[in-house]
């Protein structure tokens, strides 16, 4: 533990943490299918995924899904059953750190608002039926894109609940004693008047990456990244090419562990099916 945290501290000295990223790679047919893939969550190792699609064979409108690599390979996605889909919406996944535990957003008719945010336990190799986290995480409003903090002490999520600056905001919570308290709006450094989801915790918590949509919605949907200093989250910056694009759309970006692939769901070319998930490099920076 103490080398895993000497080595982000690191990291975050870095030019990796100041680098440009390098063209986007398609995952390929065995993640990627005709239709939608968009929110995306990996292991530790990068050696699994799990997002979520409305392609053939599902319970319902969107499904959750996984594949894993065989020999550096993506092998061809499964559904991820019963346990964890229903006939409703399931997606935008994240898996703790050490994968047992799954968070996710539903609008299964039994949680208390319009979409909420679920929590499963995996025992034994098998996933538990999911319950909606409590309020304040979930309200009778809409809650979803979870994502949480290397020790799962917080929560990022995007809301629709009053307070906001805009349609949809990332707000946070932290676990305080066993339960969670205090939602907090990220302010106007992450939130404008359009709608920001989608967050992504970098594992030392000094970066946050996020997709906006403009209340104008004449710009296709951005990945924006804000760093965190002094304990306040900065002025977020939207990325540039090759990750965003004046005529491409991306969503549900997905840090890895180390810093250094960013994953993505985006519509651009050459693709698989409407909304593919890719992943970029990070290069490294000037000093």
């Not at 997606?91 to 799954?102: A, V, Y």
């Not at 090419?241 to 250094?260: H, M």
Request: glycine share 10%; net charge neutral; hydrophobic share 30%.
């Amino acid at each position: 533990m103490r080398k895993s945290i000497v080595f982000l501290a690191l990291f975050a000295a870095t030019p990796y943490a100041r680098g440009q990223w390098s063209e986007p790679v398609n995952l390929g047919p065995n993640v990627n299918s005709p239709r939608f893939e968009f929110g995306l969550c990996l292991t530790q190792e990068e050696d699994t995924i799990i997002f979520d699609s409305n392609r053939p064979g599902g319970k319902g409108d969107y499904d959750l899904w996984i594949s894993w690599k065989k020999e550096g390979q993506w092998v061809p996605a499964n559904n991820m059953g019963d346990s964890l889909n229903t006939p409703w919406s399931d997606g935008s996944p994240f898996l703790s750190s050490e994968g047992r535990h799954l968070y996710f957003s539903s609008n299964r008719p039994n949680g208390p608002g319009d979409f909420d945010i679920y929590f499963a336990e995996r025992k034994k190799g098998v996933w538990q039926s999911p319950s909606p986290l409590p309020y304040p995480v979930n309200t009778i409003y809409s809650e979803g894109w979870p994502c949480l903090s290397s020790d799962e002490n917080q929560l990022y999520f995007s809301s629709d609940r009053p307070g906001g600056k805009g349609h949809l905001d990332i707000w946070m919570v932290e676990k305080k004693d066993g339960q969670w308290v205090n939602p907090v709006n990220l302010g106007a450094s992450i939130n404008e008047p359009g709608w920001e989801s989608s967050p992504s915790l970098s594992a030392d918590g000094s970066e946050l990456y996020f997709r906006r949509d403009t209340i104008t919605g004449l710009r296709p949907s951005a990945i924006w990244r804000s760093v965190k200093r002094n304990g306040a989250w900065q002025k977020a910056v939207k990325l540039g090419p090759p990750i965003t694009g004046e005529e491409i759309r991306v969503a549900s970006p997905f840090l890895s562990r180390d810093g250094k692939r960013l994953y993505f769901a985006s519509d651009r070319k050459p693709s698989q099916g409407l909304f593919d998930i890719f992943v970029s490099e990070r290069k490294r920076g000037k000093p």
